[in-house]
């Protein structure tokens, strides 16, 4: 029993509360510094040639956890051991301060008055009637009173003793929600043309909807670079039956039943073009090797001595570039231009077809995150909100009137409030 109580004194302390969320945060960003979720073997290929800090091979990392941070044992640990933390807090300090604020506190004592942090007082004729004006007066001003025959005691702001409390609970509705999401959201990138559909099926609502790209842009700087890429999506289910449009951009994702849907990227996946009189859809993939955003294939044209040509394209307006990959002699197709031979082929550009980059996420744990932030900003409201504390107290044998305060914050505004307050209380 006396380890246990050891225990819950360490764990509920601050310092170990702050060590614990810097060891968090490190924890955190080691797993942005090192890619997660990748094939186990990419990491030992990587780090036995580049230990991290020349000591963590590609084993180690693996045997660390380090390939998947954020589900590892040792990090689910450390917010289990934070919760806890944050609940021992709670009921060891927070909870018993609260209660302590509910209870009234009865000075009796003059002498009681000369130990708080405001104090005034003053002779007085009739001490029922200043009682009596005083409870009244206060309680318009929004006091909470309690009055007794010759003294009386006043409090307001005491929610703000609810501040911490709602802060851990959101704090710990936070870490549950973050480690719940980390096991159970569902992310799918995939990229559609234009009038292409997706079947989307919500596991956790077991409903169903198609989405449909209707159209999409994309927005240039002055120098041609890409600026915004937007989504027009058409949603539309049998059941129930519905059908409604809704435009996704980058940083303004749709949240939808459940999903949510982010604009992530785009690419120029088909040409349609016309070589020899001959209509073609032609497939392009990523080139990496020659840039970031650079799509291409490799066909081979001309009508006997044939030839392999390299076709790329770097945006959705053109031109293909036309390689010849013996010589690196360059030609270019523009958009519906006159045909261009290439080793007697006629080629002409008659299309192309972009492809909006989705990324599809199935995120149970937003609600839990949205209510644990919500939770948070008004615990802090309501902990930026001063407890002020006034007793009064009639002493029949000196006939004065003793007004005494205490706040446990901005003590220099409620200065002045309380001189104002005791000037007309005063004045009575």
């Known amino acids: 029993m006396v380890i246990f109580k050891n225990f819950i004194l360490k764990i509920s302390s601050l310092r170990f509360a702050i060590l614990l969320i810097i060891f968090i945060a490190i924890s955190s960003g080691v797993g942005t510094f090192i890619p997660q979720g990748n094939d186990q073997q990419e990491y030992i290929d990587f780090y036995n040639k580049t230990p991290i800090f020349g000591l963590i091979n590609g084993n180690q990392v693996l045997k660390l956890q380090l390939n998947h941070v954020y589900t590892s044992n040792w990090f689910l640990f450390s917010l289990i051991l934070l919760c806890i933390s944050l609940?021992?807090?709670?009921?060891?300090?927070q909870i018993p301060a609260l209660k302590a604020a509910l209870k009234w506190t009865d000075y009796k004592d003059e002498k009681k008055f000369y130990t708080l942090q405001l104090l005034t007082n003053f002779e007085i004729i009739k001490d029922e009637d200043h009682i009596l004006k005083a409870d009244s007066f206060l309680r318009k001003k929004g006091w909470s009173t309690s009055k007794f025959e010759n003294r009386l005691s006043a409090r307001k702001g005491l929610v703000g003793k609810l501040g911490p409390i709602i802060v851990h609970i959101g704090l710990i509705i936070l870490l549950i929600g973050s480690a719940y999401g980390n096991f159970s959201s569902q992310s799918k990138e995939q990229y559609l043309r234009l009038g292409e559909s997706l079947d989307l099926?919500?596991?956790?609502?077991?409903?169903?909807?198609?989405?449909?790209?209707?159209?999409?842009l994309i927005e240039r700087e002055s120098d041609g670079k890409p600026k915004q890429f937007i989504s027009n999506l058409d949603f539309v289910s049998e059941e129930p039956?519905?059908?409604?449009?809704?435009?996704?951009?980058?940083?303004?994702?749709?949240?939808?039943k459940g999903l949510t849907i982010y604009q992530a990227d785009w690419s120029v996946s088909n040409i349609i073009m016309e070589i020899d009189d001959v209509l073609y859809q032609l497939q392009l993939k990523p080139i990496p090797e020659i840039g970031d955003q650079v799509w291409g294939l490799l066909i081979e044209l001309g009508k006997e001595n044939k030839?392999?040509?390299?076709?790329?394209i770097d945006n959705e307006n053109g031109p293909l570039k036309v390689s010849n990959i013996e010589d690196f002699?360059?030609?270019?197709?523009?958009?519906?231009?006159e045909p261009v031979e290439i080793n007697f082929s006629k080629l002409s550009l008659k299309k192309i077809i972009p492809s909006s980059g989705l990324i599809i996420k199935n995120d149970p744990s937003i609600p839990f995150i949205y209510l644990s932030f919500t939770l948070i900003i008004f615990g802090t409201i309501f902990s930026l909100i001063p407890t002020n504390q006034i007793w009064i107290f009639f002493n029949k044998n000196s006939n004065k009137l003793f007004i005494g305060g205490l706040s446990n914050r901005n003590l220099l505004g409620f200065k002045k409030e309380f001189l104002k307050l005791s000037d007309e209380i005063k004045n009575f």
Not at 201 to 216: G, Y
Not at 329 to 337: P, T
């Open 307 to 312: 030839k392999n040509y390299l076709l790329t």
């Open 87 to 93: 609940a021992a807090c709670s009921f060891r300090r």
């Open 201 to 216: 099926i919500n596991e956790s609502t077991n409903s169903r909807v198609t989405v449909k790209l209707n159209n999409f």
């Open 329 to 337: 002699s360059e030609n270019f197709v523009y958009l519906n231009n």
């Open 241 to 256: 039956k519905f059908n409604e449009i809704k435009t996704t951009e980058v940083n303004h994702p749709i949240r939808f």
